[in-house]
């Protein structure tokens, strides 16, 4: 649908384009509604909106080494929860060897993000192979297992009673970010057909969450049997690799832009290697904002991140809506200094439309000293 014409308000001194040609020894905070899709305000203040020198009280960012959970589970549905709320569960998985059992996922459609380790997945659908850097979106009900042929540890995001669903790509077209082509679909293959043969083992178990709650179903044969299938449903692959991210030379881009995949009330957006902004007056990293709506949670895959001091591979990032965030002050200065010209960053994002509440496993692995990392003076 088309827009009408609207002439922003001005007052003082303000940049003509937001995130480029800021006035001279300025700071750009940008209050939007509904993630960067509503309306919103570019304030151009004298300090870094991040430079508190302490915080007091339940509200803060938060980081938590997911690394430091080094016990395995041998059920996914297992794994220990580390956020979540009403809409959503975020897990971290950790396990090797082959799954002696089945899991069903009853409570919604599970995305599973490999940040190590390769193997086999073989579901209701067939067979599908998986590496370090693949999204698995297993629809809710999918009977499900793997055989990891290295140590997996992996994000499982959970939405609750509700569907992964591709965004709306708008005037980029169906074919920007990634085309549907690159999706792959379980095979009735030949290692399908063998692990339907197995073992001779008398009973499989399926491990089923439902409400919240663990039940087993006991069989007397497989429950992979599948001899075929059609339709339009099934789980599907995707590696960050054959995202190829939006880029703009003159205009540092929200994240919005880099959405992969939309359930009811949190998006999940990847952020890939690219060329960073290029136009001398372009904002090169993300800019301070004041997202009220959303809870903003990061997965670091790999890579250094841009805006990023102190934090790496296995951690992940919480900041709940309430306060203004950005790049840290170290990563600030030395954009400025010494500017990259490209990312080497992966990450996962999850922006929540709901509060987020932080479970007891994450406390156990969280860095209290996150917040003050952009303390002022640091």
């Given at each position: 649908m088309s827009r009408w014409?609207?002439?922003?308000?001005?007052?003082?001194?303000?940049s003509r384009q937001a995130h480029a040609d800021l006035p001279a020894e300025s700071y750009e905070r940008e209050i939007g509604k509904e993630g960067f899709f509503g309306p919103a305000t570019h304030m151009y203040h004298a300090h870094p909106p991040t430079g508190w020198t302490r915080f007091e009280g339940?509200?803060?960012?938060?980081?938590?080494?997911?690394?430091?959970?080094?016990?395995?589970a041998p059920c996914p549905l297992e794994a220990p929860l580390l956020l979540g709320n009403a809409r959503l569960a975020y897990r971290v998985w950790r396990f090797a060897g082959a799954m002696d059992h089945l899991a069903r996922n009853a409570d919604g459609d599970e995305l599973v993000f490999v940040h190590a380790g390769e193997g086999d997945l073989f579901c209701d659908y067939g067979h599908l192979s998986f590496?370090?850097?693949d999204y698995l979106v297993l629809p809710r009900g999918t009977l499900w297992r793997i055989e990891a042929?290295?140590?997996v540890t992996a994000l499982l995001i959970e939405a609750t009673g509700s569907s992964y669903r591709l965004p709306d790509r708008g005037l980029l077209g169906e074919h920007a970010l990634f085309d549907p082509a690159v999706l792959a679909a379980p095979a009735l293959d030949e290692p399908f057909r063998a692990q339907q043969r197995g073992t001779g083992r008398a009973e499989w178990r399926?491990?089923?969450?439902?409400?919240?709650?663990?039940?087993?179903?006991t069989f007397p044969f497989n429950p992979l049997d599948a001899l075929g299938w059609k339709g339009t449903l099934s789980p599907v692959r995707l590696n960050w690799r054959d995202i190829r991210p939006v880029a703009s030379a003159r205009y540092h881009l929200p994240p919005s832009a880099h959405t992969t995949f939309e359930a009811d009330r949190f998006v999940i957006c990847t952020f890939c290697p690219r060329p960073l902004e290029s136009d001398p007056g372009a904002l090169k990293l993300p800019f301070f904002h004041s997202n009220d709506d959303y809870?903003?949670?990061?997965?670091?895959?790999?890579?250094?991140?841009?805006?990023?001091?102190?934090?790496?591979?296995?951690?992940?990032?919480?900041?709940?809506?309430?306060?203004?965030?950005?790049?840290?002050p170290a990563a600030l200065a030395e954009s400025q200094r010494a500017p990259r010209r490209e990312t080497?960053?992966?990450?996962?994002?999850?922006?929540?439309?709901?509060?987020?509440?932080?479970?007891?496993?994450?406390?156990?692995?969280?860095?209290e000293g996150y917040v003050d990392s952009w303390r002022s003076p640091a």
């Open positions: 014409i609207q002439l922003p308000r001005v007052e003082g001194v303000a339940p509200l803060r960012p938060r980081a938590f080494d997911a690394g430091r959970l080094a016990a395995e590496r370090e850097g042929a290295r140590p399926v491990r089923v969450k439902a409400r919240g709650r663990l039940s087993t179903i809870d903003e949670v990061l997965f670091y895959h790999r890579g250094r991140f841009t805006s990023r001091d102190g934090i790496g591979p296995g951690m992940l990032t919480l900041h709940p809506c309430g306060f203004t965030h950005g790049p840290h080497d960053e992966v990450a996962v994002m999850l922006d929540a439309r709901d509060a987020l509440e932080v479970a007891p496993r994450a406390a156990e692995v969280e860095w």
